[in-house]
């Protein structure tokens, strides 16, 4: 069952609120408005359902308190239970901290109950709405992006190779939507549909660029923005894209006066991971590769690069041994679920798919086409976790 959370200067009163609701609900309390706030940002993401604060508490009152929690935590309903019942204090909650409820104390027994009740059921609606658009735009963007990843793999492989560090950081920064910053990884790249071939083969064979050429190239995430911008909920996703090459100094595309922590923080996010990503690439380890982003001064957030840190420092830290050596394979024993350990080639050297993309259904009948056409080149390495 989801939480309710009582915050009160009072133990007294908290401690009736225990002893009135257990039965019924599952209740926490906290000890003020810190302390509520510190147990909101200890607890798993979608633990709390409902907050329920006075208005005079000391360090902050109920309604910046309330309204924290909602910059914060916007999926948790809010609700006020005050002695102090003026109109302009009901009124500037509402404003400011936009509560399902206003409750005057003392509130009897089935009154409270029931406003509780609603707001669970109110907090139920919001996250089942959600969980229905997410799910579906989630299950579009896939396919989008696995046709993506077919027609250009090389630009289109770094979001799915980097899908477990995005969902580890995610968590580890507590963002209250997740899905935006892995939507954005998976389609950042999506304005080079509009790159002409011939340019981009240019590119992939590491050919030199003119001024006109690194122009469109710069362009990339500004049609990838403007694509996404009128898509209903994926606002913030376009935003995301756009500033995904911003440096945090403000310079770079696009070239405006965005900077520092004005730049979306899942624009951020991008930046250091797809840089990071670069550098693993060419050989240096995740390590190396974090000091050499530390040194380019006004490039990345310095709170996210030292995130970065601490998040895969700890994953270092789970138990689970050496990391296995990945697996040669066949090509008719290629499964769905297989990650590529290494890139998939024709006979002629022609990259059909790139190292760090899980197999689906889709590519393999595109490897099953090319292995009829032209031939693939064998062994397939994948990662051994995954046989």
Known sequence: MKKILFVDDEPNVLAAFERQLRRQFTVETALGPLKGLDVLRQAKTGDFAVVVADMRMPEMNGVEFLSRVKAQ??????MMLTGNAD?????????EGSIFRFLNKPCAAEKLTEALAGALRQHQLVTAERELLENTLNGSVKVLSEILALTEPKSFSN??????????LSAHLKLPRPWELEMAAMLARIGQVTVPPELALKV?????????????FSKIPAIGSQLLAHIPRMEEVSKIILYQNKRFDGSGFPRD???????????RVLKVLFDLAELETRGHARAASLE??????GAHDPQILDAVAACFQVASQNPGGPKQPPVAIKFAALRVGHVLASDVLTN??????????????????????FSTLSGIRTPIYVEAAMI
Do not use: M
């Open 87 to 95: 109109q302009g204090t009901a009124i500037e909650a509402i404003n």
């Open 257 to 267: 006066a965005v900077a520092g922590g004005d730049i979306p923080i899942g624009a």
């Open 204 to 216: 992939r064979l590491g050919h030199a660029l003119s001024g006109g050429e690194q122009e469109i």
């Open 348 to 369: 002629d050297g022609i990259l059909i798919v790139a190292a760090g993309n899980s197999v689906t259904p889709a590519l393999i009948h595109r490897l099953q086409n």
């Open 292 to 297: 050499l982003l530390r040194a380019q001064p």
């Open 73 to 78: 935590f916007p999926e948790i309903v809010r």
């Open 159 to 168: 979001a799915e190779a980097l899908r477990g560090d995005i969902r580890a």
